[in-house]
């Protein structure tokens, strides 16, 4: 998946996606930049079998991990009760404390 950033939940949803296996060169910062990726792909195979060696070889990683996700997601909601239990305005949390 090549893909670039941009305001939409997708865009954002699919960089971070790519973060998450440690493919971050198939995100771009733009249209231009997408299309160069894209192109240089086609035209290389061994490019694209490099890459999902990498994927495959990430499927025991963090976002293949349903059980980790359920964990992650479950302490990221009792910090933001916390928060709010203790009169904190809603704030950005990162995922792990």
């Known amino acids: 998946m090549v893909t670039w950033e941009g305001p939409t939940f997708a865009q954002r949803v699919a960089p971070s996606l790519l973060n998450a296996v440690g493919l ?3 995100a771009s910062d ?3 930049g997408y299309e160069r990726q894209a192109i240089a792909l086609a035209r290389d195979p061994a ?3 490099a890459l999902r060696a990498h994927l ?3 499927r025991g990683g ?3 991990d349903g059980e980790r996700f359920a964990r992650d997601i ?3 909601y009792e910090r933001m009760w916390a928060r709010a239990v203790a009169g904190l305005p809603p ?4 995922a792990a404390a």
């Open 24 to 26: 971050d060169v198939l």
């Open 30 to 32: 733009g249209v231009a």
């Open 47 to 49: 490019a694209r079998a």
């Open 56 to 58: 495959i070889a990430q």
């Open 62 to 64: 963090r976002l293949f």
């Open 74 to 76: 479950e302490a990221l």
């Open 91 to 94: 704030e950005h949390l990162p």
